[in-house]
DNA sequence: TATTGTTATACTCTATAACTATA
DNA sequence: TATAGTTATAGAGTATAACAATA
């Protein structure tokens, strides 16, 4: 009865990762959100700014900033989509491929500091089990 | 390689708690972060705003709105700690524990519904996860 | 007319700093 | 001097509404 609700365990969970992610990458010049905007554009065939907000569940005002952001970083480019001049593709400059990689690495390392009171089956079950419980945006 | 961050799952699992939470509380008239303080006001026993916000991981500045909040909805009420005085004793009213009831029972069905893509024993064993991964604040 | 990017704006949640009263 | 509660304020992160360009 004196369990703690699933809701807070979540938002702690997030915090304490959150907590490690944002120091960790401090190196690279950039914080969480960017990581994961730079790795959404990354990591696929290039695409609009609205389909990289899609992916990542945010609006696309929001990815706007975030774009900026990335831009005047030097780690990000816009170009007019060919076929629809109504869009930007949003590409990683090199540096910005460069800079997803180190961080990548960095990141991987703050998830397993933030797994590291499980055993390894029981960390791959926790993230198994949130992706089935989150379900992917379009593909995945 | 293209798997969703850990970071992007927990985020989105709570977002996705908070969607189905929501309007499952608004038959009691509170929101999931009043039924947060409520339920750690209620359930063990009574204490002042700063060990709530303490055991919640929230600010006490944070707690002082919340506990307005609450006492506006007649839900708890404040008294002097009889043996010092600088502190507030908070506890729910007599409505602020029926409220609570029915409220737990619409959050149990909500983390039910939730956890409702996973068999049984992965859900539990999330849960237990999640209780690892986020040691409790003194007691629990 | 609908869609994409953009801007301006407002809202939610939370914390920091400073004050009051008590200890 | 330190602690608990309070207030005023500010910041982060996000979304909504309105506009321009393009489809």
């Known amino acids: 009865m004196s369990s703690r609700s699933l809701a807070y365990l979540l938002k702690h969970a997030n915090a ?3 907590d490690l992610m944002g120091p960790a990458l401090e ?6 959100r960017e990581y994961g905007v ?10 609009s700014q609205l389909e990289a907000a ?23 480019g816009r170009r007019p989509h060919p076929a629809d001049r ?14 997803l990689a180190e961080a990548g690495r960095l990141v991987a390392a703050a998830e397993e500091e933030f797994l590291a009171p ?12 949130l992706e089935r419980l989150i379900p992917p945006r379009s593909d995945g």
């Open 27 to 32: 190196p690279c010049g950039i914080d969480s």
């Open 54 to 76: 899609q992916r990542m569940g945010i609006d696309r005002t929001t990815m706007v900033a975030m774009v900026d952001g990335l831009e005047r970083k030097g780690l990000v």
């Open 118 to 129: 499980l055993p390894d089956a029981d960390a791959r079950q926790l993230r198994d089990a």
């Open 86 to 99: 109504r869009k930007n593709i949003v590409e990683p400059t090199e540096r910005g491929r460069e800079v």
């Open 38 to 47: 730079l790795s959404v554009l990354g990591r696929s065939e290039p695409m």
């Open 16 to 18: 304490r990762l959150s």
